[in-house]
């Protein structure tokens, strides 16, 4: 029976089982006082079905290669059992290709095809297994729950407490996904800590991660002090705030307190367009335009201003962001109540000075969370600054410097061929938790203020 | 709204002639309409605001009482499709006018709303708000001073002053609506408009309100639109009984609730429409 059969008799099965429920309630109540819409009793038979074959469907994804390749590995000849690790999966791989039909290079040992075939069988007794076995466990605990629908059984709440489980699940997915981000990053980034030490890493004033990959190369012993990306990170987003921050706040500004409803309803989307401009785009514009433009101007000016400047890079992501400090301060503006606004009119406030007095400062905690939000998105933004700012990591605040950021050095240290074990490598683990724990920060503190601002007028 | 609509009202509607005018008048409204885009919410108000007297807006809801209220400040200009016509003036000057400028007008013009609405400041700052804005005092002193004047004329400096940079939000209900009326006494107005400004109060905090009023009006002229008839008979000289945008009659408080003179009034007072 192929898996796409398989799935396509599971699906009959489980209407089948809807159909039963529903049908036995329908006749349950001809003369007997149901407790829920027969509809209930027809999704409590389908997921009594249908939980015992998703359980074991994703079991079998989850195990069924290790079983099979354990199978294969005990029935190899002695020899090659006893081989190192990684030969050995060399060699199994091998099998699995031949098993799946593909050319394979050349034939290792003795009884190779055999393992072949050896792994095919294997797999195919795994697949029956499993196929049946959903089948006959899920017919099984149908007549289960079939038998069980009577009048008395309150089908709908206990579907509701399904659903609620359904919901559970899926919003864990995200919480497990960033643990699971975290921790790959920290494990990495331990291995770094044992060969340079924390204190070398977060206070050292010098970057310059080249160093030699054999023993018998020549080459500096590598310095990872990650001051100066910090401060070019920082330096860059600071020019990226102070063009975001106050073109963004006197739009949401003009937005929602002067704007017209037609031309509001004409700039909001026009704002969010730019929101979604990809930030390669972005980047070009940084690169190819802004930046020529910049250290042209500085010419004329007699200024020398690198081509890489972090001028450059901070105003294109500057822009970048103002859809992002607009929206959410415009949110924030637009949830001060409209009494408030009347209440400074009344005493013959003019509109900008009710919005200076009155507006902004109960506005502010929540504009101040969307600034936060905003930097932590500049912090962490990496595709404008790989392809506009510098890569060597100079330590100045001088915006016509060209600078490096956190995310730069990330790539460039992650991009080619690299041991896996070289402190070089594992130097971008352990940037990347370094800029991880920035942002949860700020996005941590950012949601706090959010928070406190919307217990005020609730 | 059910019974309302049983009684069809019509352009040339039939209103009772208004058989007292104030002694003084300080502000007059002439053949006053107000439209929201195309529905028209008031039809031709004529009528007349006295110094030194409470004139009470009655009627059932949304007969244009508030709408009423808020042309004589212009605070219908905040809302884009409100559209005012005929003439509404203050001390003989007409406020619709464009040499009027409607900062000052409500300066002149103070409002307390239904829901208290203090500014997210001290209690101190709300009360100085308006004085700043307008640039009515030299010094720190002479702003202490008017905020205390203020305070005390609405009642409420024995219970704040030692409090006056707390939250002005934190105070109770009844104390944040007393904080409203000093913040409108305090850029000195000439007349104050209050739109249902019991209406979110218990009955103790209601009561020290309509003391409030009562001693308020030596001084001030003062428009009150309420639901509350007993609290129109309470406080008010002059009562003016509002149907479906339509001005149906103007007489004195007693009058109006004694005897009026036009049915739908009498049908209001006792309760058959509302």
Redesign the interface.
């Known amino acids: 029976m192929s898996f796409s059969f398989f799935l396509l008799v599971l699906i009959i099965l489980g209407l089948g089982s809807y159909y039963f429920g529903k049908s036995k309630a329908l006749a349950l109540k001809q003369n007997d006082v149901v407790h829920s819409l027969p509809k209930y009793y027809g999704y409590y038979a389908l997921v009594w079905f249908a939980t015992p074959a998703l359980i074991i469907v994703s079991l079998w994804l989850i195990f069924s290669e290790g079983i099979v390749t354990n199978q294969v590995i005990s029935s190899l000849p002695d020899n090659i059992k006893t081989l190192p690790t990684n030969e050995l999966t060399l060699i199994l791989n091998d099998i699995k290709n031949k098993a799946a039909g593909n050319l394979v290079a050349g034939e290792s040992f003795i009884g190779f095809e055999l393992a072949a075939e050896t792994y095919n069988s294997y797999s195919k007794i795994a697949e029956n297994i499993i196929i049946y076995s959903s089948i006959v466990l899920g017919l099984i605990s149908f007549i289960f729950a079939y038998i069980s629908i009577s009048g008395k059984l309150r089908a709908r709440n206990r579907i509701e407490s399904i659903v609620s489980k359904i919901l559970l699940v899926s919003a864990s997915i995200a919480i497990f996904a960033t643990a699971g981000i975290l921790l790959s990053v920290l494990f990495e980034a331990i291995r770094f800590f044992q060969i340079i030490s924390f204190d070398d890493f977060i206070f050292g004033l010098t970057w310059s991660p080249q160093m030699a990959i054999r023993d018998d190369q020549v080459g500096s012993s590598g310095l990872f002090g990650a001051i100066p990306l910090f401060l070019g990170t920082g330096l860059i987003s600071l020019i990226s705030l102070t063009v975001a921050v106050p073109v963004g706040l006197m739009t949401a500004i003009y937005l929602s307190e002067y704007a017209?409803?037609r031309v509001r309803a004409v700039t909001k989307p026009m704002l969010e367009v730019l929101s979604g401009i990809p930030t390669v785009v972005y980047g070009f514009f940084a690169a190819i335009t802004l930046a020529p433009f910049i250290r042209d101007f500085g010419e004329t000016l007699g200024m020398n201003i690198a081509s890489e400047s972090a001028l450059g890079v901070g105003l294109v992501m500057g822009i970048m962001i103002i859809p992002l400090v607009s929206s959410l301060s415009d949110d924030v503006i637009s949830a001060v109540?409209q009494?408030?606004?009347?209440?400074?009119?009344?005493?013959?406030?003019?509109k900008s000075?009710t919005i200076k007095?009155?507006i902004i400062?109960?506005a502010l905690p929540g504009i101040v969370g969307g600034i936060l939000l905003a930097a932590s998105r500049a912090i962490g933004e990496t595709m404008i600054v790989v392809m506009a700012a510098g890569l060597s990591a100079r330590l100045s605040i001088n915006p016509l410097d060209a600078v490096t950021t956190v995310t730069v050095q990330i790539v460039t240290l992650l991009v080619g061929d690299q041991e896996f074990d070289s402190p070089k490598t594992l130097a971008a683990f352990a940037l990347g938790l370094t800029l991880f724990v920035v942002t949860l920060i700020l996005n941590f503190y950012a949601l706090r203020i959010v928070r406190k601002y919307r217990e005020?007028y609730e | 709204m059910k019974n309302n609509e049983l009684i069809t009202l019509s352009d040339d509607f039939l209103t009772v002639g208004d058989t007292t005018t104030p002694n003084e008048k300080i502000m007059e409204s002439q053949d006053c309409c107000v439209f929201y885009d195309e529905a028209q919410a008031l039809r031709n108000i004529n009528l007349e605001v006295g110094k030194k007297e409470v004139l009470s807006l009655i009627g059932p809801s949304g007969c244009g009482k508030s709408t009423f209220i808020r042309c004589l400040n212009r605070l219908n200009d905040t809302i884009d499709s409100a559209k005012v016509t005929g003439k509404i003036t203050l001390e003989g000057q007409d406020i619709y006018n464009s040499d009027m400028d409607v900062v000052l007008l409500r300066a002149r013009v103070g409002m307390v709303f239904q829901k208290p609405n203090p500014f997210p400041k001290s209690v101190y700052e709300n009360v100085a708000y308006g004085p700043r804005i307008h640039g009515m005092s030299e010094s720190k002193a002479d702003m202490d001073e008017i905020v205390e004047t203020s305070l005390l004329r609405a009642g409420l400096w024995d219970e704040v002053k030692d409090r006056l940079n707390t939250s002005g939000t934190a105070l109770s209900g009844g104390q944040q609506q007393r904080l409203c009326i000093a913040r409108a006494i305090a850029v000195r107005p000439d007349v104050i408009l209050m739109d249902e400004p019991c209406s979110a109060l218990d009955p103790i905090a209601t009561d020290r309100i309509e003391d409030l009023i009562s001693e308020l009006k030596e001084n001030y002229a003062i428009v009150i639109v309420t639901h509350s008839m007993s609290q129109a008979s309470r406080v008010s000289q002059r009562a003016a009984y509002f149907h479906l945008g339509h001005l149906v009659e103007t007489d004195a408080t007693e009058k109006i609730f004694g005897d009026p003179d036009h049915e739908l009034t009498q049908n209001y007072i006792k309760g058959r429409i509302g």
Do not use: C, D, K, N
């Open positions: 017209p409803s109540p009494a408030m606004r009347e209440g400074s009119y009344g005493l013959g406030a003019t000075e007095r009155v400062p109960a005020q």
